[in-house]
């Protein structure tokens, strides 16, 4: 069965660009790991609640867009050993791969304020 590990960031908008060539260099990183398929998607229609929305969600400022995305595995198991690995070598200075590394492909947002988390599937409609 698949997993999903889905993530919320807020992304200054002038950085846009930034983010897209960010993630086109380190995505390619988790589909080397065993993904499947990564999706960046640039918040279009965002819209504010009342209560609780995406912005409120990550905090973001009048001038930085929400991010959705997501990495999908094909299992729960690879999902494990991939976050392992990059866990792993992010811990690890001498096994950082240079897609991750920080000092040489910054992330163009604040991490400290992205929500993720892991998901299971439990219906799917395909066209």
């Known amino acids: 069965m698949p997993y999903i590990d889905g993530f ?6 002038a950085n846009k660009q930034k983010f897209i060539d ?23 229609d965002v819209p504010e609640g009342q209560t609780t929305d995406f912005r ?7 001038d930085e867009a ?7 595995w094909p299992d729960k198991t ?5 976050m392992a690995k990059m866990t792993e070598m992010m811990n690890d200075p001498s096994k ?3 897609r991750m590394d920080p000092a040489k492909n910054p992330m163009p947002f ?9 998901f299971v599937p439990i219906v799917e409609f395909n066209a």
Do not use: Q, Y
Not at 22 to 44: K, M, Y
Not at 66 to 72: D, K, N, R
Not at 110 to 118: E, H, L, T, W
């Open 8 to 13: 919320v960031i807020a992304c200054p908008e």
């Open 22 to 44: 960010h993630a086109n260099t380190a995505d390619s990183v988790f589909i080397e790991l065993g993904a499947t398929r990564v999706l960046e998607c640039w918040g279009d």
């Open 56 to 62: 409120m969600a990550v905090k973001a400022a009048e």
């Open 66 to 72: 929400v991010l959705f995305s997501w990495i999908e």
């Open 78 to 82: 690879t999902r494990d050993a991939g």
């Open 96 to 98: 950082v791969d240079p």
């Open 110 to 118: 604040d991490g400290k304020r992205m929500i993720f988390g892991g």
